[in-house]
């Protein structure tokens, strides 16, 4: 018989009902680190890190849907926490604060161990994972035939961490419509949080939000001055927060009924607007038209077209409206844009290259601020260019299958959640060629949803 082999130790009801949500413990977490932070100084950041890892294992213990709540709330806020930190510790330019939501995800492999005993997968859902893991691998390799040791780190950690996450999540089994709605309510605690703050930056940049991007290389989050900005909010780039806003928005949208949960995402509706990220604007509108396909969803993506269509107008009548409809405008230019043209020759310069990128050049961690260096943009140019055109298209081959198999899913089931994962998977098709999400938090949004995938069953490993 076939079943999930992955589980946190038995507990009774009774315990269970005593045991604190793991979501409250990430959040004081951030809470006691931003007060007590700056007085510890650079231990801080170390023990933030540990923290993370804590919060991890014990979220882990008690729920993959727990995990997930606590891991989300650990991305979102993690980068405001190290920047309020860096304003009177100095700024760090390891980013160490960064680690502790990736410890907090690869935690759970260490459940994996049991796994490896087991004879077989019975779930293809795991062969993606495992082709993108050892394409990085791969990429590793070249990186540290080069000598840089820690591009090479970096790069492995913040791209293996997401995928030891996904297995383990598709490897314990879970239900995954409690996982989707765990996220779900998570994103309607958070999403106005981010919202209101992003606003408010926009508007008056705080003194920690300024001191980083004085020292960050970061060349996309505008000027540290007012209605200059791209906002961010308490993430760490508009890429970051627009992807994860767009996110939580289709998922409130679509899980969520009654007007009080629109209400909440409209501050982060235009937050949004005022990233300025245009890929996450086209997600959203790929997200809307996919859902109105189906019957479950058709009345709400309808709605929502009319709702997105309310807030562009409210917002062009704001004072940063001016920003937002030249912006807006930009869509329509084709190749005359700007970023257009900027994409186009990388692929140019990476194909004048004297080997044509066809063994690859493994991680980097350039400056991109600094002289003669080229922006990467996109999966395709990214995985070209860390590892070669042949191991890179087999990576993008990977990516490509993981979003498909969420579309699919959605065809074959076509209930409310299977058609959101799948929408969630058609907005990642169109990020492939706009933008990457083989590492970090990108990665990490991107594999959550990929794996739950919602099918007559859900086990996936098979008993020897």
């Given at each position: 018989m076939s079943r999930a082999v992955i589980a946190p130790e038995a507990q009774s009801d009774g315990q269970l009902s005593l045991v604190i949500p793991g979501w409250l413990l990430a959040a004081a977490l951030l809470l006691v680190t931003v007060i007590v932070g700056p007085t510890l100084g650079a231990l801080s950041r170390v023990l933030f890190v540990a923290g993370c890892g804590a919060v991890g294992y014990y979220s882990w213990r008690q729920s993959a849907a727990a995990h997930l709540q606590s891991t989300l709330i650990l991305f979102c806020f993690s980068a405001f926490v190290r920047r309020y930190v860096d304003l009177t510790v100095g700024f760090d330019y390891n980013s160490l604060m960064l680690l502790g939501?990736?410890?907090?995800?690869?935690?759970?492999?260490i459940s994996l161990l049991d796994a490896f005993g087991r004879k077989t997968f019975a779930n293809t859902q795991i062969a993606p994972i495992i082709t993108v893991g050892l394409c990085v691998v791969y990429g590793a390799a070249l990186t540290l035939f080069q000598g840089d040791f820690n591009d090479a780190a970096s790069g492995t950690v913040k791209s293996i961490a997401p995928l030891i996450y996904a297995a383990s999540v598709l490897l314990r089994g879970e239900d995954p419509k409690k996982m989707l709605e765990a996220a779900t309510s998570t994103f309607l605690v958070v999403l106005p949080l981010m919202g209101l703050y992003g606003?408010?930056?926009?508007?008056?940049?705080?003194?920690?939000?300024?001191?980083?991007?004085?020292?960050?290389?970061?060349?996309?989050?505008g000027q540290p001055l007012?209605?200059?900005?791209?906002?961010?909010?308490?993430?760490?780039?508009?890429?970051?927060?627009?992807?994860?806003?767009?996110?939580?928005?289709i998922l409130v949208l679509f899980l969520r009924v009654g007007f009080l949960p629109l209400l909440l995402t409209a501050p982060a509706a235009i937050a949004l607007m005022l990233s300025q990220y245009r890929t996450a604007w086209l997600v959203m509108a790929a997200a809307i038209g996919f859902c109105i396909l189906f019957s479950p969803t058709r009345s709400r993506a309808t709605f929502a077209i009319f709702g997105v269509a309310a807030m562009i107008f409210i917002a062009l009548l704001t004072p940063f409206g001016e920003t937002i409809s030249d912006r807006f405008a930009t869509l329509g230019q084709g190749a005359d844009d700007g970023s257009a043209r900027e994409r186009l020759e990388q692929f140019i310069w990476l194909w004048n290259k004297p080997d044509s990128g066809?063994?690859?050049?493994?991680?980097?961690?350039?400056?991109?601020?600094?002289?003669?260096?080229?922006?990467?943009?996109?999966m395709i140019i990214s995985c070209w260019l860390t590892m070669g055109i042949v191991i890179g298209l087999v990576c993008l081959t990977a990516c490509a299958w993981a979003a498909g198999k969420m579309i699919f899913s959605a065809l074959a089931q076509r209930d409310r959640h299977s058609v959101v994962v799948?929408?969630?998977?058609?907005?990642?098709?169109?990020?492939?060629?706009?933008?990457?999400?083989?590492?970090?938090?990108?990665?990490?949004?991107?594999?959550?949803?990929?794996?739950?995938?919602?099918?007559?069953?859900?086990?996936?490993?098979?008993?020897?």
């Open positions: 939501p990736l410890v907090a995800i690869t935690v759970p492999g606003i408010y930056q926009y508007i008056d940049p705080p003194d920690w939000d300024r001191n980083w991007m004085k020292y960050a290389t970061i060349l996309s989050a007012p209605y200059l900005i791209r906002t961010y909010s308490v993430m760490n780039g508009p890429a970051s927060f627009a992807t994860f806003t767009t996110i939580g928005i066809l063994i690859g050049s493994g991680f980097s961690t350039i400056d991109v601020g600094s002289a003669g260096t080229v922006a990467v943009d996109g799948g929408a969630l998977g058609c907005g990642a098709l169109v990020q492939i060629p706009l933008a990457g999400f083989l590492s970090g938090e990108l990665a990490f949004l991107f594999w959550a949803f990929a794996v739950l995938l919602i099918t007559p069953s859900n086990t996936v490993l098979e008993r020897a």
